[in-house]
């Protein structure tokens, strides 16, 4: 944990991937904390408390006080943080005053921030019609409306500021995913209206049922072997540790060479999509590969980074891996992702359990079931034919 009182150490601080600020213990349950800039100028100060009574922890934007120079910005954020946690913790926290959607999602996002989310709102609703139309008086109808603009959307396929964008239709998959966020902002303020009405705003919400299709494009590790060797020096270590564990690549992207623990071989994954941290014991081979990655590093340091010691990101990724796959003749569709799906399948057909596949991929056994259930299926199949006399 870095000392925030000391300029130096914030310098040397990192933006995280998934914008999660760096935090600084003030008492039990009591926490200043610094998000730096990506511009390299002042960076967001922020309180977090922990609240008894809704048993979570409350945060607040305290600012980047810009006016404010040398030790006297710590000073300034800590006593703020202190106010914060002061008011948390007698319960003399207003009720935020919520008007119209666009201030639900932002409340949101205070309570509940992530770079997903955050991009869902800014794309699809701060500039709709939909913010500003009053909590008290949303229907079905406007989110009907909204719903259908949504789908009509085209879907960015490359997000590069160089070159033209290229787009394509919006998949059902995806017209799900992205009515998630608003989904959970609204459900947050607003009870649901009386069923088949237009005041059940939530039926204008439900996903598309059958969206998600089961994952079958998987690379076996002689596949892999050959997308690894095509790659250039700087992402192969990245792209390795994808082939290694069962991780979203955004989850591995933000990990910090903190998060290794060598003496006990644990990997603690703290920022992934459900926002629960978890722990992951590895083998001698995986924690000498990880190892290799931390060293001469300091410990707030990103664990796998470009050559220019920019961290990995979506953006960054997708160029090199997609060359290395037309260079290694691997089916078109292959992706980052491509890579977790063949990792989960390897630990499904291991045999190891599927609660424990579920935990070590954060996300859940109907998930794991839904999508790779067959496997399960299809050896037991091939075990009772194996019983035949």
């Known amino acids: 944990m870095p000392d925030l009182s000391k300029i130096g150490s914030r310098d040397k601080l990192k933006p995280r991937a998934d914008k999660e600020p760096y935090w600084q213990r003030l008492q039990a349950g009591w926490y200043v904390g610094y998000r730096p800039s990506k511009l390299g100028s002042h960076g967001t100060w922020f309180a977090r408390a922990y609240d008894e009574d809704l048993r979570k922890y409350r945060r607040k934007a305290l600012g980047r006080f810009g006016s404010l120079t040398g030790n006297d910005v710590f000073a300034a954020a800590r006593k703020e943080a202190e106010t914060f946690a002061e008011l948390v913790e007698s319960g003399g926290i207003q009720v935020e005053k919520l008007e119209t959607v666009a201030d639900a999602c932002r409340a949101y996002l205070s309570e509940k921030p992530g770079s997903i989310a955050e991009g869902v709102f800014r794309r699809h609703v701060f500039g709709d019609p939909l913010a500003r139309i009053k909590l008290s008086k949303l229907r079905r109808r406007h989110l009907r409306d909204w719903r259908k603009r949504l789908e009509d959307a085209p879907a960015l396929i490359s997000r590069s500021k160089k070159g033209d964008k290229r787009v394509k239709a919006r998949s059902a998959a995806t017209i799900n995913r992205d009515m998630v966020p608003l989904r959970a902002a609204l459900w947050r ?39 690894l060797s095509e790659l250039d020096t700087d992402i192969e270590p990245f792209v390795r540790a994808l082939c290694l564990l069962p991780l979203r690549p955004g989850a591995l992207a933000a990990l910090n060479v903190s998060n290794f623990e060598k003496r006990t071989r644990t990997l603690t994954i703290g920022s992934d999509k459900n926002g629960v941290p978890r722990q992951i014991s590895v083998p001698e081979s995986i924690a000498s590969f990880l190892s290799e990655q931390s060293k001469s590093k300091l410990p707030s340091a990103w664990l796998f980074t470009r050559s220019d010691g920019i961290p990995w990101s979506k953006d960054m990724w997708k160029g090199p891996i997609k060359k290395a796959v037309v260079a290694s003749e691997l089916p078109a569709q292959t992706s980052a992702y491509t890579l977790r799906h063949s990792v989960i399948t390897d630990l499904v057909r291991g045999g190891l359990p599927i609660l424990t596949v579920a935990q070590m991929a954060d ?9 790779y259930g067959h496997l399960v299926r299809n050896d037991a199949e091939e075990a009772l034919a194996q019983l035949v006399l």
């Open 363 to 371: 996300t859940s056994v109907a998930m794991i079931e839904r999508h």
């Open 189 to 227: 303020i607003l009870p649901p209206g009386a069923p088949k009405t237009d005041a059940a705003w939530q039926e204008a919400l439900k996903p598309i049922k059958g969206a998600d299709r089961r994952r079958d494009l998987y690379l076996d590790r002689q596949e892999r072997r050959r997308l």
